[in-house]
């Protein structure tokens, strides 16, 4: 289905209320205004819901690496274990905020399959729920 930009922010916003669910993807040309949509979604969440504070964090796929999305492993030699962290980008996110990858199929198998991981789980390596 091809939408105008004023349709697909209308669509997000009926949307709002199934995000523990339900994920949108919006495909289509560069310059169609999918990522202007989704900053009207982020203001229409600021001005409409509780989200006062609700942030886009925006990831663009085709540029990171998988352990930006899923984390990494580093030893920590004083309790002999492994620690995860997470990166700086998504243990930022609160509930409310918008997580958006861009140019997701631009970026290498390895990166989309972290992607799709943590948008089916919803959940970071280290535990941390989105």
Not at 98 to 114: N, P, R, V
Request: glycine share 6%; charged share 25%.
């Amino acid at each position: 289905m091809e939408l105008s930009i004023n349709e697909a922010s209308k669509l997000l916003k009926t949307m709002w209320p199934s995000r523990s669910y339900m994920v949108p993807c919006m495909v289509g040309k560069p310059g169609i205004g999918k990522t202007q949509s989704v900053y009207a979604l982020r203001d229409w969440v600021k001005e409409n819901t509780e989200f006062k504070d609700c942030k886009v964090v925006e990831i663009i796929t085709s540029t990171i690496l998988p352990s930006e999305v899923s984390g990494i492993t580093m030893p920590d030699a004083e309790n002999k274990s492994l620690d995860i962290f997470d990166h700086v980008k998504l243990s930022s996110l609160n509930n409310g905020d918008i997580l958006f990858f861009d140019e997701l199929l631009q970026g290498s198998e390895q990166t989309l399959k972290a992607c799709l991981t943590l948008i089916m789980e919803r959940r970071m390596l280290s535990g941390h729920m989105l």
